[in-house]
Every structure is written in C-alpha cells, then in structure tokens.
C-alpha cells in the first residue's frame, strides 16, 4: 500500500522557472508533511515542511501548498536554479509514530 | 553545523555474512532511526529507537535484523546474514525531542551484497 504518492518522476525545467511537484496522501492521521533534497550519493535534506493547520508555508523561494480536503500538497521552486538540480521526496507522519513515509521523488533538472 | 555522520560509506559483504552499519547521531537528540532505500526506490523506514529500545519497526525488520545503543554515542544497524536484496543505501536519521518531528538523515552506507 503506497501511504503517499508523488508526481511526475521526473521534471526538466528552464532556469528561472517554476518548478511544481505534487504528492496526495491517503491516511487523514497523517499531521506533518516535509520535503526532502537529495542529491546524489548524499542523504535526503529537510528542506521544508508543513502542518495542515495552514495552506501555505514558503521559505526563500520553496513554498509549499497544502490542500487537506483534497489530501494533496505540492512543493513549487521559484526562479529555478541549475543547483535545485536533485531528487526531491515528499513525506508524511502521524501524530505520536516516529517513521516518515516518503514519495517515490521527483528528478528535477533545470537547464542553464 | 551538527550533523548525523555514518560510517563506512560503501560495505561490500558476501551473501551470508553478517554486517554492522555505525552512526553517529547529533548530539543530544533522542530518537534513532534506520531507513534504506533500493537504488532508484524510495527511502523505507526500517526501525526507530528511543530510551534504549526499539519504539516502531516495519516489516522489513524482520529477526535478521537488529539495532544497538552500545555507547552514549553510536547507533549500530547489524545485519545478521545478509542477502542479495539486502544491497541498498542505508540512512540514519535523528530527531531532538517527542514533540519535534524534523528528522535528520545521515549521508548513508551504501550496502552492496555480492
């Protein structure tokens, strides 16, 4: 059972673009939603992350939007850079648990 | 900055042999954790470790493998008899206190069981 489902697999985006990723969730106990950078032999970063109290956060130029009624929350990379280039990762958790279920990522490129 | 280190950065073992995956967490944080992810795959949470014993395990966990706190310091995954689709990356993560639910990763063993 795929606990949070993310799109597309991968993205190609022109510098100075936006970069849009999706993930939809399932389970309503799912309470905190992070997204994780990683780059290439490296382990996932925090970059930011949401509770469904609100319907955006933004940090810099990552902000995140977040639908509780349609269970979906998306990343989106303002003014894309050729360094956003990685693979990114959505998550939830529960309340009370301690493990993150992640999306399968997203390969972003973004062409200089 | 802190950060969450993990040693070594490649183990490559035969089918059968066992293995021990070292960490070290950031310093006064509470919670452990071991993830891996399979080349490609997604990253799969595998166990995590609180007041010196195991809080959650997945399915993956099975009795092959097991997790210690054997110093104040390291967090060690063993494998005990390592199979082919044993071989993925193995992370690390750590978290300060309960209420906190920022987990951060280690940058990673890369198991290749041959």
């Known amino acids: 059972q795929q606990q949070v489902k993310q799109s597309p697999q991968s993205l190609i985006v022109q510098k100075g673009g936006i970069s849009i990723i999706n993930c939809a969730y399932e389970n309503t106990a799912f309470d905190y939603f992070p997204w994780y950078q990683q780059f290439p032999g490296k382990g996932p970063a925090l970059l930011i992350a949401?509770?469904?109290?609100?319907s955006e956060k933004k940090e810099g130029r990552f902000t995140i939007s977040f639908n509780k009624s349609a269970k979906q929350f998306s990343l989106h990379i303002m003014d894309s850079q050729p360094g956003d280039s990685a693979t990114y990762f959505c998550?939830?958790?529960?309340?009370?648990?301690?493990?993150?279920?992640f999306g399968t990522g997203t390969r972003l490129t973004v062409i200089p | 900055e802190p950060e969450v280190t993990q040693t070594p950065s490649h183990q490559v073992t035969q089918m059968g042999q066992e293995v021990i995956l070292r960490c070290v967490p950031i310093?006064?944080?509470?919670?452990f954790y071991w993830y891996r992810q399979i080349l490609g795959q997604k990253v799969e949470f595998l166990v995590s470790f609180y007041n010196n014993e195991i809080s959650e395990k997945s399915e993956i966990f099975d009795d092959q493998f097991s997790v210690e706190r054997p110093d104040g310091s390291n967090f060690t995954l063993k494998i005990r008899s390592t199979k082919l689709e044993d071989s993925a990356m193995y992370f690390c993560?750590?978290?300060?206190?309960?209420?906190?639910?920022?987990?951060?990763f280690g940058p990673g063993t890369r198991l290749t069981v041959t």
């Open positions: 310093s006064n944080h509470l919670y």
């Open positions: 998550a939830a958790s529960k309340a009370g648990a301690n493990n993150l279920f």
């Open positions: 993560a750590s978290k300060p206190r309960t209420g906190e639910r920022e987990q951060y």
């Open positions: 949401i509770r469904p109290d609100v």
